[in-house]
């Protein structure tokens, strides 16, 4: 993303002055962590990573002025040869003389806000991870059950969204209908949402248009919600051999990240609602260590292991 979009509404509460690099605000930030460089003022520079928003505040502007003249020009100097895209002054602190003719000698804009650094970093990391963190569309609909996460996937016509209707009467929650948008962030979380205008709308045949929301009230939706588990419905196929005991336990990767994945074949006469919740209590029995399947076969095991020792020899 460019520097320049810093500067736009999203973030006008840090009231952003531009006091250099004006002419370089095409810089591109391509990393969505943010940096303090007090390190690399110190002489490591290998701790400064190409691409970050550079933070300098109290701290920084303090080590600063008890470094000899010399030395403080040399390290701005050596520092702003890197690929820095930006940096920001907090607190109000005016720039440093030697950080500011870097920043115009090398153009790279210089940013001051009167916000703290602590409140500055947690509001610029914020808003670089909404844009910078990898990203898809999934057409389907997601939904909060029992707190889980609960992605439905399928061919169109399959029932997702009556599935999930039917959900939303039993008490749970909507997040996305139709096109579910997927972030991936820094600690591997995969976040699902809609965008406007899709925000709190599903698409019914027969019906049309419908606001959950105004529906069902604020309970009914939710804003976002962590993907904890996917579920594909199919239609059913005689003769297809599905999953009978659910030893086997299979993932659906969603940015390359795994998610635990059920098959769930469509059937006349299936009420595919409650199966969505056992499939949502069952997933939240496994990670509390509870997992029936696996403790029925080893429950077999057992019998047949106990029968094999008590049959007379021959």
């Avoid at 505040?57 to 080590?63: A, K, L, N, Q």
């Avoid at 429950?299 to 292991?305: A, G, R, T, W």
Wanted: hydrophobic content about 45%; some cysteine; glycine content about 8%.
């Amino acid at each position: 993303m460019r520097v320049a979009e810093l500067l736009g509404d999203d973030l006008s509460d840090l009231a952003f002055e531009l006091l250099a690099g004006g002419d370089r605000l095409e810089n591109r930030i391509t990393n969505p962590r943010v940096q303090k460089p007090g390190l690399a003022f110190a002489g490591y520079l290998s701790y400064i990573r190409p691409g970050r928003v550079q933070i300098v505040g109290e701290s920084e502007v303090g080590y600063l002025a008890t470094l000899d003249p010399a030395v403080r020009a040399e390290r701005c100097a050596r520092i702003f040869r890197l690929a820095i895209p930006v940096v920001v002054m907090t607190k109000g602190f005016p720039p440093p003389l030697e950080i500011r003719e870097e920043c115009v000698r090398h153009s790279v804009p210089l940013l001051a806000t009167r916000a703290l650094s602590s409140h500055a970093i947690k509001r610029i990391s914020y808003f670089l991870e909404e844009h910078l963190v990898p990203s898809t569309h999934v057409h389907g609909v997601l939904l909060d059950v029992f707190g889980l996460g609960v992605l439905l996937v399928g061919g169109s016509g399959v029932g997702k969204s009556e599935s999930a209707l039917d959900l939303i009467t039993r008490g749970h929650s909507l997040v996305a209908d139709d096109c579910v948008t997927i972030k991936r962030y820094p600690d591997g979380n995969l976040v699902g949402f809609a965008e406007e205008p899709l925000k709190h709308l599903m698409e019914l045949r027969g019906i049309g248009i419908v606001n959950v929301k105004d529906l069902f009230g604020l309970a009914a939706v939710r804003e976002r919600k962590s993907i904890d588990l996917v579920i594909e419905l199919e239609p059913w196929v005689e003769g297809r051999a599905y999953e009978r005991l659910g030893i086997d336990e299979s993932t659906h990767a969603i940015l390359e990240i795994p998610v635990p994945f059920i098959r769930m074949p469509v059937a006349l006469g299936r009420n595919l609602s409650i199966l969505v919740e056992i499939a949502a209590r069952n997933h939240l029995l496994k990670q509390l260590g509870r997992h029936s399947a696996k403790e029925f076969a080893q429950k077999m095991e057992e019998q047949l292991e106990r029968n094999r020792r008590a049959r007379p020899p021959h």
